[in-house]
């Protein structure tokens, strides 16, 4: 069964320096990835997604992920943070199962930037 | 282009009600799906939809149960209700068969007393 993993809770970072927030995979085939973001009392927004090429792709708001096959891992990075970037993230895979797109997500890591 | 929409945003009941869901999709897909986020969770799948009938399903007991219309908007119903199920509901829609991403609505928070 593909899933993914989110090792940090919570990440801390002052605003104007780079953030990561980390995210493993285990996966049978090519992964599908997916970073998601969620503000208080809302849905999922999409960030950016990794299904074949580039392994350093970009997405929304300056937010970038780099895919690393051999680690397994699609850490969620950006250069420089801002105070509205602080919300709840997650990483998800896609299920390929019958090719229908099942999302399976990550337990989330809250990001808070600090001014 | 209006994205997903869900109604009600929030919904207290009681313990064995019954309650219903529903979800408008993103204009121009055709596949709906039903996530469970807990609090302090990540969403788990419930069930997904596609020309009116169930193609997957998630870890879920029988209580819940769904249904898509023609026009694609999906209704969530859950049975006997227990406290459990206390969560935020949250709607994706997509086209099948596209790589694009899920839209998510903004979610419906069901509190059971």
């Known amino acids: 069964a593909q899933s993914v993993a989110q090792p940090e809770d919570q990440v801390n970072v002052a605003e104007g320096n780079p953030l990561t927030v980390k995210c493993t995979y285990s996966?049978?085939?090519?992964?599908?990835l997916f970073w998601y973001v969620q503000y208080p009392n809302r849905g999922l927004q999409f960030l950016l997604k990794y299904i074949t090429g580039d392994n350093l792709v970009k997405g929304s708001y300056g937010f970038e992920a780099e895919f690393n096959k051999s680690q397994t891992s699609f850490h969620l990075k950006k250069p420089s943070a801002l105070v509205s970037d602080s919300a709840l993230y997650f990483c998800?895979?896609?299920?390929?199962?019958?090719?229908?797109?099942?999302?399976?997500f990550g337990t989330g890591t809250r990001l808070l930037v600090s001014p | 282009d209006a994205g997903v929409t869900q109604s009600p945003t929030h919904l207290i009941k009681t313990r064995g009600q019954q309650v219903t869901l529903r979800c408008s999709p993103k204009s121009g897909h055709d596949t709906v799906s039903w996530y469970q986020q807990a609090l302090g969770q990540g969403p788990q799948f419930i069930f997904q939809y596609y020309e009116e009938e169930e193609r997957q399903r998630g870890n879920f007991p029988d209580r819940f149960s769904g249904h898509q219309f023609p026009n694609y908007s999906s209704e969530l119903n859950v049975n006997a209700l227990l406290l459990g199920d206390s969560a935020l509901y949250l709607c994706a829609s997509s086209l099948r068969g596209s790589a694009q991403p899920q839209h998510f609505g903004d979610g419906t928070r069901l509190s059971i007393l």
């Open positions: 998800a895979v896609r299920d390929i199962g019958t090719g229908f797109q099942k999302l399976v």
């Open positions: 996966v049978s085939g090519n992964p599908y």
